[in-house]
């Protein structure tokens, strides 16, 4: 209960920050309705459950103090839920055709509401034995193998999900604003961010190295899946719904594998530091 009742807290500073930047720095665009699942504030209470939640579950199990905790919740919300969506909206704004004023706003918005959600996620799970943040020395190499295999998820997710719907092709002008030549680069460097996101989880979250692997395929599929959710004046929700899907599927799956690549040889390393 007192577990929950933490996870309802965050809810609602999830909910007031959303009203308080819109006040704020609102773009000026209402999100339609016509045609969604769900309505605006139907999305944003499941959409923020979720989140809370996964969240939650990272905050009680990051055994840090609260000031490095607070920094290490920032970085895993900023990096899953904003920044890696926002670096492919600028990439893809041939077909989203986003103004570099609601761009400003995703960026701005995210990384403040970020920092709220990190420092409140600390206050409310503070650590009764607060460990030294795990050195990230040693995983680093690792990312030469998590990078293309993120890249290899992304191609057979977007191949066999979501180039599969003849809406999406059709949304996308069926490919002919996408440079390829510079998208396969570009998810390079989005797999060497991910895998950096997933090393500070694995060093950062307690337990089982198989519950750790886990919290970053959940991590990875639900806090920027979710989201889509929601209802915005850019991408209608056909579109939204088939990236659902395949973005789901594909970063719980590399997630998952990110997490178990960079926990290899963690147990024995754990065994000899005991013995």
């Not at 309802?8 to 999830?14: E, R, V």
């Not at 680093?140 to 295999?149: D, F, G, N, Q, T």
């Not at 939204?240 to 997490?259: C, D, K, M, P």
Request: positive net charge.
């Amino acid at each position: 209960m007192k577990f929950a009742a933490k996870c309802l807290g965050l809810w609602l500073t999830m909910l007031a920050i959303t009203m308080i930047s819109g006040m704020i720095l609102s773009p000026g665009a209402a999100p339609p309705t016509a045609g969604e699942p769900l309505t605006a504030f139907q999305a944003m209470a499941i959409v923020y459950a979720v989140q809370a939640i996964v969240i939650a579950v990272l905050a009680a199990n990051i055994h840090l103090a609260r000031l490095p905790k607070a920094i290490v919740l920032f970085v895993i919300t900023f990096g899953t839920i904003t920044l890696m969506s926002w670096i492919e909206a600028i990439f893809f704004n041939a077909s989203l055709k986003m103004s570099s004023t609601l761009l400003t706003f995703m960026l701005v918005n995210g990384a403040i509401s970020a920092a709220v959600i990190a420092v409140v996620s600390a206050l409310l799970w503070p650590s009764k034995d607060p460990q030294p943040l795990a050195s990230l020395g040693g995983l680093w190499w690792k990312l030469a193998v998590i990078s293309p295999l993120y890249v290899f998820a992304y191609y057979a997710a977007g191949t066999f999900i979501a180039w599969q719907s003849e809406t999406l092709r059709a949304y996308y002008a069926q490919g002919i604003n996408i440079d390829q030549s510079l998208l396969v680069p570009l998810q390079v460097v989005r797999g060497l961010m991910w895998g950096g996101l997933a090393a500070v989880i694995v060093k950062s979250v307690q337990g089982s190295a198989l519950f750790r692997s886990l919290m970053v395929g959940v991590t990875f599929a639900c806090l920027c899946t979710i989201v889509l959710l929601m209802p915005n004046p850019v991408m209608p929700w056909p579109v939204r719904q088939i990236h659902f899907i395949e973005v789901f599927v594909s970063n719980f799956l590399f997630g998952w594998a990110a997490g178990a690549i960079l926990l290899t040889g963690a147990r024995k390393k754990a065994a000899v530091q005991a013995a």
